[in-house]
């Protein structure tokens, strides 16, 4: 079993930058895979970003990319998003997600993953 914790959630002003945190415990976060989601009030959950577990492998959604980054440290078995320009519509509870999976490619659909965090709310004021 793996359990992750996200930290790193506020208020933020828009065109501000804030940086989400993805803690795993219980199992080593090498061979995994893991993305970051977001639901927004009245809305589905949406994909945002992923990366593979080499970290060689990276994928975002259309509305995220060039703004926000994702990376992970193995040696602390974290995943972060750095999100920057960040504009009111990306206001969401922000999920990190994980699947054991040692493959090239990136996983973009939520039912790939079967570890789930508990979310972590983003809010940006226009």
């Known amino acids: 079993q793996v359990q992750l914790v996200e930290s790193g959630g506020g208020l933020v002003q828009a065109g501000g930058s804030l940086r989400l945190s993805c803690a795993a415990s219980g199992r080593t976060f090498t061979n995994y895979a893991v993305g970051w989601f977001r639901q927004a009030p009245g809305k589905e959950r949406e994909f945002v970003a992923t990366i593979n577990w080499s970290a060689l492998s990276t994928y975002y959604a259309d509305s995220v990319k060039g703004r926000f980054t994702i990376s992970r440290n193995t040696a602390k078995n974290t995943v972060y998003l750095q999100m920057n320009s960040l504009k009111p519509e990306d206001t969401a509870v922000y999920y990190c997600?994980?699947?054991?999976?040692?493959?090239?490619?990136?996983?973009?659909?939520?039912?790939?993953?079967?570890?789930w965090g508990q979310g972590t709310q983003v809010t940006v004021s226009s």
């Open positions: 997600a994980a699947v054991q999976a040692v493959m090239a490619g990136t996983l973009q659909p939520s039912s790939s993953y079967n570890y």
